[in-house]
């Protein structure tokens, strides 16, 4: 039986974080779902509606993204962000906890793991980041140039919204308004391009093998197989750098796994989380 909606913002890891928040009355089971980069809880509406009819659901705006505060103080590292959404569980006293990551959201989820690896009974890794380096010293060091920040909003310009969502999606018709002004929201302001400047210097590159080795945590990886952002070849070496993982391809599908196939993704899941018995 599924209860109503409670959103809003916490400050967590001194910063303003929004959060979407689904309680069901009728488990204790909590999703917690962390989007990708220039993306937010919006990229999960399809699948919230979907889970949160089982299941307790927590969506997490990321910083700098979506709802929650674009600060140029906060650290915006993969070991900072997963530290930050741990202590917002904690805060809500959350116990049975499975994670669902998609692109950078997956990574954070890896650096989740590996920081507190008793957290979750398992995790769902969409399309996950893996592998990528720190940003190159040239670039790092340019990003403290006074108003660089400007740079950075004019590629976004450049590339657009639209362009992004159809090197993300493989099926270009579900492309509409909706989406496209639901990924453009948070770009309007001026403030979030002076916190990604932050996030070049801050960004430490994804957890190399050695680490990823380490995680016990059951894993569900689901990956499109015309991924052009995460290729597919990313996935199949992340199953075997996971030791207790399962690779999961879906035909004729891009990055943006929540929007393309959510009803499959959601009947993974599912399948995943509880598993037939065979007598």
């Not at 569900?220 to 199953?239: A, F, Q, R, Y």
Request: net charge neutral; charged share 20%; aromatic share 12%.
């Amino acid at each position: 039986m599924e209860d109503d909606v409670l959103s809003g913002h916490k400050t967590i890891n001194n910063i303003e974080v929004y959060y979407e928040f689904y309680p069901n009355s009728a488990t204790d089971q909590t999703f917690v779902l962390l989007h990708g980069f220039l993306s937010s809880t919006f990229t999960y509406r399809h699948l919230i509606s979907l889970l949160r009819r089982e299941y307790q659901v927590l969506s997490v705006d990321l910083p700098p993204f979506g709802k929650s505060a674009k600060c140029n103080r906060y650290v915006y590292s993969y070991k900072n962000l997963a530290n930050t959404v741990i202590q917002l569980i904690e805060s809500f006293g959350l116990k049975k906890i499975t994670f669902i990551g998609h692109s950078m959201g997956g990574q954070i989820v890896l650096n989740i793991l590996h920081l507190r690896q008793e957290l979750a009974d398992k995790a769902i890794l969409l399309c996950s980041s893996a592998y990528l380096k720190r940003a190159k010293l040239p670039l790092v060091l340019t990003s403290y140039l006074p108003f660089f920040h400007r740079f950075v909003k004019y590629w976004f310009a450049r590339t657009g919204v639209k362009k992004n969502l159809q090197g993300a999606l493989y099926n270009h018709s579900l492309i509409d308004e909706e989406m496209i002004n639901g990924y453009l929201q948070p770009f309007l302001q001026d403030e979030i391009f002076v916190a990604l400047t932050r996030m070049i210097r801050d960004r430490e590159g994804d957890l190399p093998p050695e680490v990823l080795k380490q995680i016990k945590t059951p894993c569900l990886l689901i990956w499109g197989d015309h991924d052009k952002s995460m290729p597919l070849e990313v996935g199949e070496k992340l199953n075997k750098d996971l030791v207790n993982s399962e690779l999961i391809v879906i035909k004729e599908t891009g990055h943006a796994l929540p929007e393309e196939r959510p009803m499959e993704v959601y009947q993974y899941i599912k399948s995943f989380i509880s598993p037939v018995k065979l007598c």
